[in-house]
């Protein structure tokens, strides 16, 4: 299993990156996809995540500025982030539970190595 993220970089305050995560592997089914960050000193949090069935969830500082979404087709998360703030500055993990095909009903935890976000001017 192999999650790779693209997207991350620099951007001034007010800017917006969209994040993109593709889940490659065996798999039986994919049950949620999400982002975590991690900032320096900080413990990891999660940022978005969105089930299967699309419900989605966020944490209250994002709420109304990122937007996150997933192609099922592609295996594939997407994390929109308009109006960033230097607190978003971060390295940012994409994560998915997911059920290979050699383990239907065991669903597992996989993380991606993370992009790094630095919101500066």
């Known amino acids: 299993v192999q999650l790779v993220e693209s997207g991350g970089g620099l951007v001034q305050p007010g800017g917006s990156l969209r994040l993109s995560c593709v889940a490659s592997g065996d798999f039986f089914h994919i049950h949620t996809m999400g982002w975590y960050r991690q900032a320096p000193g900080k413990e990891r949090e999660l940022v978005a995540r969105?089930?299967?069935?699309?419900?989605?969830d966020y944490v209250a500082s994002v709420k109304g500025r990122f937007t996150i979404s997933r192609d099922d087709a592609k295996n594939t998360v997407y994390l929109q982030m308009n109006s960033l703030k230097p607190e978003d500055t971060a390295v940012y993990y994409c994560h998915t539970n997911a059920e290979l095909r050699l383990r239907i009903g065991i669903p597992y935890d996989y993380w991606g190595q993370g992009t790094q976000v630095t919101v500066s001017s």
């Open positions: 969105v089930a299967n069935g699309g419900n989605t």
